[in-house]
């Protein structure tokens, strides 16, 4: 397809967006290629970051690179490029995750670009949100910017809700007690001098404060080792919850997931939202089935996240731009 040559200055402003994006612990499981003589920019999976207890089919990886997509494509918007995405261009490839072209300048997509903002913004909260409501309003835009992307953000009911927080305190019942979960997971946590220097993984600066009752709605990761100078607070009794869906489960799917996931992210920081995401149930396959809407059970489940009124996250370590894109 022609369009607009991607020179090294544009795909590396188009990168240092992209490399925003959460991911699972951290892990940024995401490479990039500039491919000059073909005017495309292709997003990889990094085999190297895999989790293979958590993560054993790559879903979250793919929802990782997902989300890191969006952001790309949302500071294309920005830069007032259109950009044509090809997902799974390559059969025969599988590690090829999408390949990203510029079109040209006649038809940025504007609601993305209005994103941008939130891009360097959005960071994981794991603090105590307020108790007050998300409004009707807000869930609605939420709900949209899922649907821009070919997903469906379902917010549950009260018993719903319930029986999320269930399903994610069981999970981490059973990661508690699994030796390779708890390895997996302790790879990806950054302590002492090592969380200051770190460019990936989660930095105990980033852990938040430790529940005061015994269950957080978030995933703690000081595990049982104590943190210097951590405090123990209450967290809201009934946190507000959002499940992602999409009709299918298959990686295209999940790709799309990942995009929606950041896109309602960066609708949620740009509205004043603080942000979580609680994917412990989501890891284990028969808690996932349960996590489904049962008023829509044809939905798979990609994501849980959790909204809120409360204090920005702390942000992560990335890894150089330098490091994570490679030029051809």
């Known amino acids: 397809m022609p369009g607009h040559a991607i020179d090294t200055r544009i795909a590396s402003a188009l990168v240092e967006a992209a490399i925003a994006a959460p991911s699972m612990h951290n892990a940024q499981p995401w490479r990039f290629r500039l491919l000059r003589a073909e005017g495309a920019l292709h997003v990889r999976a990094d085999p190297a970051r895999r989790m293979p207890l958590a993560d054993p089919d790559d879903r979250g990886l793919h929802l990782g690179c997902g989300a890191a997509l969006c952001n790309l494509r949302t500071a294309a918007a920005d830069a007032g490029w259109e950009a044509v995405v090809t997902l799974l261009p390559d059969p025969r490839d599988p590690g090829l995750l999408a390949a990203v072209r510029l079109a040209g300048r006649e038809h940025p997509d504007s609601a993305l670009a209005r994103l941008y903002p939130a891009v360097r913004r959005r960071h994981t909260s794991r603090s105590p949100f307020e108790a007050r409501e998300v409004p009707p309003a807000v869930r609605a835009t939420l709900q949209d910017a899922a649907r821009r992307e070919d997903a469906r953000l379902v917010f549950p009911g009260d018993w719903h809700a319930r029986e999320l927080l269930e399903l994610v305190h069981d999970a981490e019942g059973r990661d508690a007690t699994d030796p390779g979960r708890l390895k997996e997971l302790e ?44 405090e123990a607070v209450a967290f809201e009794e009934t946190p507000h919850l ?28 740009l509205g004043g939202l603080s942000t979580a995401l609680t994917s412990e149930a989501l890891e284990w396959s028969d808690l996932r089935w349960a996590v489904r809407d049962p008023e829509a059970p044809v939905g798979h489940p990609q994501m849980v996240l959790r909204l809120g009124y409360g204090p920005r996250g702390a942000a992560t370590p990335r890894r150089p731009v330098a490091d994570v894109l490679d030029i051809g």
């Open 187 to 230: 790879h990806w946590t950054r302590r002492g001098t090592e969380a200051q220097t770190a460019t990936d993984g989660v930095p105990e600066y980033a852990f938040g404060p430790g529940e005061r009752r015994g269950h957080a709605p978030v995933r703690d990761f000081a595990g049982r080792r104590p943190v210097t100078g951590r």
């Open 242 to 269: 959002a499940v992602l869906c999409t009709t299918g489960d298959r990686p295209a799917d999940w790709l799309r997931a990942g995009q929606a996931m950041e896109r309602v992210l960066l609708t949620a920081t």
